[in-house]
């Protein structure tokens, strides 16, 4: 008999730590936006609330994350992210995440 193992969707998102300064966040962001569209976060998009660069950052490296392969390392930022298996999303920001077999 064979055995299956299912796989959790998992998603990047911010390792809060108390040198996670916004300079920080907004390095992570910009170098993530740099390669994904990040136009979720602006206002009026579905994650602009929280206003706030934690809320931006996370987002934007979840979607870094997603597009590069989903591989612990497209989620270090510099030791500022962190691979979850609980979904982080809130309210209609939804993290995608891509589900493995």
């Not at 962001?29 to 009026?44: L, M, N, P």
């Not at 979840?62 to 030791?79: E, I, K, M, P, V």
């Amino acid at each position: 008999m064979a055995n299956f193992v299912s796989f959790l969707p998992t998603v990047c998102t911010l390792l809060l730590l108390c040198f996670s300064s916004d300079d920080i966040l907004t390095a992570n962001f910009k170098y993530a936006c740099g390669i994904v569209d990040c136009s979720s976060t602006k206002e009026g998009g579905p994650c602009f609330l929280p206003p706030t660069m934690v809320n931006h950052a996370s987002v934007a490296m979840n979607l870094y994350y997603q597009s590069q392969g989903r591989h612990t390392w497209n989620c270090d930022f510099n030791g500022t992210g962190v691979v979850a298996v609980t979904d982080p999303s809130s309210g209609a920001c939804k993290y995608p995440f891509k589900q493995t077999v």
